[in-house]
């Protein structure tokens, strides 16, 4: 291992703008590692070994710490390094290594350089990234009237937000595109998302933040921040969990953040799509036997801005094998499938919970006998929406649901069998 591995923060005002402790840990350094526009800022009096990161980066920093064993190393970074930078990747590394944690030497970040420009207050400013993930994450943080800061992946992300924006009825939003921030040539190009790019002729700088005062087109859809989403907000055959019933689903759910969901019998992927729009680190597999559904579930995730939802396409339980262990699993159809109840029962840690939806009589005693086995709470949901009626109006009801919910208590055993369940499918 390297003798001691520092990260720099370094922004768009290069050399001159680093403190003196960061000027002189590159100068001692014996290793540079960083992008090439990173490298190309320090001067002549940085005598260590450059190296530019090669692509993919992270499979290659093992090696690169082993090959220069023994020497001070420094690494480049964009602003602060802990802040969607190198400096979490390297910590995880060599504490996967079991290495000291890396000196980290921060530098303003580009969002404090923006929320200083535009007057924002930073606690208040939300952030996305978009360097290395997919655009359609963004969507799951528009909001009329809120604030939002996107890191560009590069030149071209101005106009992919500004198309995402249009597309998704937020047209009207004020965008002001920052680029290189803190630096000699700093400057601001600003517009809307329905007339994109300002001027014909203009040309975006790779080193841009984008700044969205979001603003919901009136003939737009609105999608909360809760779960219950509007049915149209989905694109689907018939096979969805409505409304009022998923939001009872995820309640019982209770989804906290960091948590996974298996959502088995996805149909549309709304249960998993909701779990994972409660909060960033939310995770979902859904898992869906028919190939159709299972690729209108992943255009769904993306349209409603969780690209990262996992679908699997394949029958349960067969298509739960080697699965990561889930926090929650719900089960909105094939509860009769012979094994279904108890592969999920069994994949579950103790404290996880289980949430099972049916409107077939069969399902509904199977629900009652594992009700009866293991507790929980079972319920019916009815709903019911007024609809005319010659002149007037009435009810018509949906028909009612069943849930069965359960969280697994530590050492629970099944009353037939005595046998200690909780086998988990899956590595965690």
């Known amino acids: 291992m390297p003798a001691r591995v520092t990260v720099v923060g370094i922004g768009a005002d290069g050399w001159d703008g680093l403190p003196a402790v960061s ?11 960083g992008g090439a526009r990173q490298l190309g800022l320090l001067p002549a009096e940085c005598p260590g070994e450059r190296i ?19 020497r001070e190393v420094c690494v480049l970074a964009s602003g602060d390094p802990m802040f969607h930078g190198i400096g979490r990747t390297l910590a995880e590394v060599l504490g996967e290594l079991g290495a000291a944690p890396p000196r980290v030497l921060p530098h303003p970040s580009s969002v404090s350089y923006a929320c200083a420009r535009l ?65 000699s040539r700093e400057r601001q190009a600003e517009g809307t998302a329905a007339d994109w790019p300002p001027t014909a002729s203009d040309r975006t700088d790779p080193l841009n933040v984008i700044a969205l005062d979001c603003v919901r087109a009136p003939d737009a859809l609105r999608l909360a921040a809760a779960p219950g989403l509007p049915d149209d907000a ?15 689903t995820l309640a019982a759910l209770a989804p906290a953040p960091g948590e996974l969901l298996w959502d088995i019998g996805g149909g549309s992927g709304s249960i998993g799509i909701e779990w994972m729009r409660t909060h960033r680190t939310c995770r979902a597999v859904a898992v869906e036997r028919d190939a159709v559904r299972a690729g209108r579930i992943a255009r769904n995730a993306d349209a409603l801005g969780v690209p ?25 159809g094939g509860l009769t499938a012979p094994g279904l109840l108890e592969a999920c029962w069994a994949a579950l840690p103790p404290g ?11 399902s509904e005693a199977l629900l009652a006998d594992w009700y009866r086995r293991h507790g929980g709470d079972l319920v019916r949901l009815a709903v019911a929406h007024a609809v005319p009626v010659g002149g007037f109006t009435g009810w018509r009801q949906a028909m009612p649901v069943t849930q069965w919910s359960v969280t697994k208590r530590p050492e629970t055993k099944d009353s037939e069998t005595e046998e200690p369940v909780g086998t988990a499918l899956g590595d965690r």
């Open 119 to 183: 007057g924002w207050p930073v606690e208040e400013t939300e952030v996305v990234t978009l360097v290395g993930r997919p655009l359609a994450g963004l969507s799951a943080a528009l909001h009329d009237g809120r604030r939002l800061l996107v890191l560009s992946a590069g030149a071209e992300t101005p106009a992919q937000v500004a198309g995402l924006l249009r597309e998704r009825g937020f047209g009207p939003t004020r965008m002001r595109v920052l680029e290189q921030l803190g630096g």
């Open 52 to 70: 530019a990161w090669p692509s993919p980066l992270r499979p290659a920093v093992p090696g690169l710490l082993a090959a220069h064993a023994g």
């Open 23 to 33: 000027q002189e840990a590159l100068r001692s350094a014996g290793t540079l590692i």
């Open 308 to 332: 990262a939802l996992r679908v699997v396409t394949g029958r349960a339980p067969d298509a739960l094998a080697g699965l990561p262990v889930p926090d929650a699993v719900f089960i909105g």
């Open 352 to 362: 996880g919970r289980l949430v099972a939806n049916t409107v077939t009589l069969e």
């Open 234 to 248: 989905y694109e689907h055959d018939g096979q969805l969990t409505k409304r009022h019933v998923r939001a009872a």
